[in-house]
Every structure is written in structure tokens, then in C-alpha cells.
């Protein structure tokens, strides 16, 4: 069963921006702690960061400023907003709902959307 439907990934060149978003399509609905992983070409799945409510936002040391979660909680989307893009950060990246502090997926995965950074 589809848990999550990532949206807004493409393509794009160093330095652009890209707006991801993730629909949580799980029953029943409630405020849950969300987080951003990425996964890229040979590599383990790694978090981005995570949101526990609108204010409350943590992130990994490589995004280092460059990137925003959000949420709208009416309707069950979690928004990153990804500015200067690096070719390094070319990955599909996917959203889950996740524990707290140390952001654990707690179910399964969606598709993913692709984010390509060309040099």
C-alpha cells in the first residue's frame, strides 16, 4: 500500500533550486514527526532532516543552510525546499514518518522523486 507520494524532483544545474513535496497518504491521518532521506547512485539511504511540528526542524550537517522543511498539516504535506544545488546532491529522495531524535523511518517507502544536479 502506498504510504507516500514524493513529487517535485528533476533536473536541474549547480547552484538552481528545487521544491520536494510529500503527500502522506497513510490512515488514519494524524501529526506525525516527518523526516527527508536521500538515497544516491551506490550509497546507503541517508536523512536530510526531519520536522516535528511547523517550528521544530533539524537537519544533517551537509545540508548546511541550503535547505528548508516545511509542512502544511491540513493537508498532510511535508515540503523541502532545496537551494544551491550540488551535483553531490543527486539522489532520489523520499519521506517517511519517522521517531524522534534520531528520526527513524517507521514505515515503508514510497516511490521517491529523482534529483539530478548537473555540474
Known amino acids: 500500500q502506498v504510504q507516500f507520494a514524493e513529487s517535485g524532483g528533476g533536473l536541474v544545474q549547480s547552484g538552481g533550486s528545487l521544491r520536494l513535496s510529500c503527500l502522506d497518504l497513510?490512515?488514519?491521518?494524524?501529526?506525525?514527526?516527518m523526516a527527508w532521506y536521500r538515497q544516491a547512485p551506490g550509497k546507503q539511504r541517508e536523512l536530510v532532516g526531519g520536522?516535528?511540528?511547523?517550528?521544530?526542524?533539524n537537519y544533517a550537517d551537509f545540508v548546511k543552510g541550503r535547505f528548508t522543511i516545511s509542512r502544511d498539516n491540513a493537508i498532510h504535506t511535508v515540503y523541502l525546499q532545496m537551494r544551491d544545488l550540488q551535483p553531490e546532491d543527486t539522489a532520489v529522495y523520499y519521506c517517511?514518518?519517522?521517531?524522534?531524535?534520531?528520526?527513524?523511518?517507521?514505515?515503508?517507502w514510497g516511490q521517491g522523486t529523482q534529483v539530478t544536479v548537473s555540474p
Open positions: 517517511n514518518r519517522a521517531s524522534y531524535p534520531n528520526y527513524i523511518p517507521r514505515d515503508s
Open positions: 520536522i516535528r511540528d511547523i517550528e521544530s526542524t
Open positions: 497513510g490512515r488514519p491521518f494524524g501529526i506525525h514527526i
